[in-house]
């Protein structure tokens, strides 16, 4: 494969060559027995490469169930060094790992990546195993398009076999494991920094007490009972003062032709709780201060049917992963005035599913082109970048992961948006800030917590 040649800003129209792929194209019926031979549970590759760069997945990395109350998140390979370390003197011996934004901000910011020791640490509960086996056989695309959504998939990755015989399927089915990865049922986060970094300078413009679940990955549900919302989220605004008391409630579906995505809020001194209008797509995200829009978050979110998705291959890529040491710190300490500072990063050689996204036709947003970067083993959007309206790349996208051996799972941690033509970024996730500490919790919750109802009777005036 030949890659093409890496330029300056004014030359970074999207690439239009084809990733290399190593995966076969898979039958109309998936054979679920693959996810116990040459595939792992939830649809990586078993085996790892040729040189042992990356090792073969032996079952993740798996603790017992912690105390409920007790924070999950825990230091993980401290001891080790990097390998290597990538930088502008060395990229072009490196540039066959590395995605286009990260070319770029190498060259132009300065970026520097300590890459580490590669482990497969993405694990998950067996009855997400159970059902991923299922939803292989039963799981089927919008007949009236796979960006609208899926049906006849619960609690578990809903396509693990990609198919890869029509890349509009495969892309689709892509997009939809990374809406729906496995996260954990339930979670609670006691402080959520949402940072803009402007001209070098951190400024918190929204901190929030975080609660979700995932009625989709409820171990007691069935795909009978289940509503066709995959995630529910209650944010409760506690900084900077000017928001204190703002809270949000937002739903997202399986299948928006059938259960639109909503959001509700409820403003300051108001009392009372309003349905958003139009609070998705490339609405600018109050939290980034006009650096992305909504749909920029966690690399890709909300509702997808904007877009087609078209899956180019998988390639190896040096990416973010196993990054803990983050949620363990500071925002202020670790964010440097383009990127997370190196100190504080993991790079690690992955397998990942290039998919490019360009708008159906008669649809109108900001970023008309995406092309993004699935980690094989959770189905997270690790990387990506993001098109103007001529074609030139202006925004990238990260996700760093950390791995969470007693829930078990590799999940989400911070996510960020870079503005390539500034340097100013944007940043949210799971870490603390100044006097706010952050602590993850897996526990229990009222689902009536998650009811726009409760949210208005428990409304201050």
């Known amino acids: 494969m030949k890659r093409r040649d890496f330029g300056l800003l004014a030359g970074t129209s999207l690439a239009t060559a084809a990733v290399a792929g190593t995966a076969q194209a898979q039958s109309a019926t998936p054979d679920p027995n693959l996810l116990k031979t040459t595939l792992t549970p939830l649809g990586g590759e078993r085996a790892g490469n040729a040189d042992g760069s990356i090792p073969a997945w032996t079952g993740g990395l798996v603790s017992a169930p912690l105390p409920e109350g007790t924070n999950v998140a825990i230091p993980l390979f401290e001891d080790e060094q990097p390998l ?7 990229m072009e011996q490196y540039k066959e790992l590395l995605t286009t934004a990260t070319q770029f901000q190498i060259q132009n910011f300065g970026m520097t990546l300590p890459v580490y020791q590669t482990h497969r640490t993405a694990a998950a509960p067996q009855y997400v ?11 089927k695309l919008d007949p009236r398009g796979g960006r609208l959504g899926f049906t006849g998939a619960y609690g578990g990755i809903p396509f693990p076999i990609i198919d890869t015989s029509d890349p509009l399927i495969g892309g689709a089915q892509i997009i939809w494991n990374h809406l729906t990865a496995w996260f954990d049922y339930s979670d609670y986060s006691t402080f959520s920094p949402g940072c ?3 001209g070098g300078k951190l400024i918190l413009v929204a901190g929030t007490i975080s609660r979700t679940i995932y ?12 509503e066709g919302y995959y995630s529910k989220g209650h944010y409760y605004y506690k900084a900077p003062g000017s928001v204190v008391g703002q809270e949000q409630l937002v739903w997202h579906s399986t299948n928006v032709n ?7 809020t409820l403003l300051n001194g108001q009392g009372r709780v309003r349905k958003a209008p139009n ?5 600018p995200n109050p939290s980034a201060n006009g650096l992305g829009s909504l749909d920029e978050s966690s690399i890709f979110y909300g509702n997808p049917s904007q877009y087609d998705w078209t ?3 998988k390639q190896e890529f040096l990416v973010p992963y196993n990054c803990n040491k983050q949620v363990l710190s500071n925002m202020d300490d670790f964010c440097g005035p383009h990127f997370i500072k190196p100190e504080y990063m993991r790079w690690e050689k992955h397998r990942l599913w290039v998919v490019d996204a360009n708008l159906h036709p008669g649809i109108r947003n900001v970023r008309v082109k995406r092309r993004l970067y699935f980690d094989e083993d959770t189905w997270y959007a690790l990387l990506g970048e993001g098109y103007d309206a001529d074609n030139v790349m202006s925004h990238a996208y990260m996700i760093t992961n950390f791995c969470v051996p007693s829930i078990p799972g590799t999940i989400e941690g911070q996510t960020m948006t870079f503005q390539l033509t500034s340097g100013d970024w944007f940043i949210n996730g799971n870490a603390s800030y100044g006097p706010y500490k952050n602590s993850k919790y897996e526990m229990y919750q009222q689902p009536s917590l998650f009811e726009s109802q409760e949210m208005a009777a428990n409304a201050a005036f």
């Open 84 to 90: 290597y370390t990538v930088d502008a003197s060395n």
């Open 129 to 139: 195993y159970d059902n991923t086996a299922k939803n292989a056989v039963n799981a």
């Open 196 to 198: 803009v970094i402007i």
């Open 215 to 226: 009625p989709y990955y409820d171990p007691n549900g069935s795909l009978e009972t289940f």
């Open 258 to 264: 059938i259960n639109p995505d909503i959001v509700w």
């Open 279 to 283: 609070e998705q797509y490339d609405t």
């Open 311 to 313: 899956v180019v291959g």
